[in-house]
Nanobody, 122 residues
Framework: QVRLVESGGGLVQAGASLRLSCAVSGGIFSTYAVAWFRQAPGKEREFVAV????????NYADSVEGRFTISRDNANNTVYLQMNSLKPEDTAVYYC???????????????WGQGTQVTVSS
């Protein structure tokens, strides 16, 4: 069974940076596309970023393009989300997800972590 565990969330001020990590176990990590989603209070879970199984391809939500970077370390089965220039509207629970196919739709992902809270104060 595939298990994903996020870490690295916290409370920061606007303009600060955070790096989220997601440790993946129980599957063949190097064959999965990996992604980050987020869910703010009262809102739907939304796509943030995705990285292909080989690391060559990536996509970002318009709202984070140029500020966030998704990366992966296949040797250590870990996914990262580097978040720079954070804004209050980035406040959400951030979820790591994995799937056999590359995509940005939430329903394409069948493996999820439990989430980590990111709060950005103004």
């Amino acid at each position: 069974q595939v298990r994903l565990v996020e870490s690295g969330g916290g409370l920061v001020q606007a303009g600060a940076s955070l790096r989220l990590s997601c440790a993946v176990s129980g599957g063949i990590f190097s064959t999965y596309a990996v992604a980050w989603f987020r869910q703010a209070p009262g809102k739907e879970r939304e796509f943030v970023a995705v990285r292909s199984w080989n690391g060559y391809n990536s996509n970002y939500a318009d709202s984070v393009e140029g500020r966030f970077t998704i990366s992966r370390d296949n040797a250590n089965n870990t996914v990262y989300l580097q978040m720079n220039s954070l804004k209050p509207e980035d406040t959400a629970v951030y979820y790591c997800a994995a799937a056999a196919n590359y995509g940005i739709r939430r329903d394409a992902y069948n493996y999820w972590g439990q989430g980590t809270q990111v709060t950005v104060s103004s």
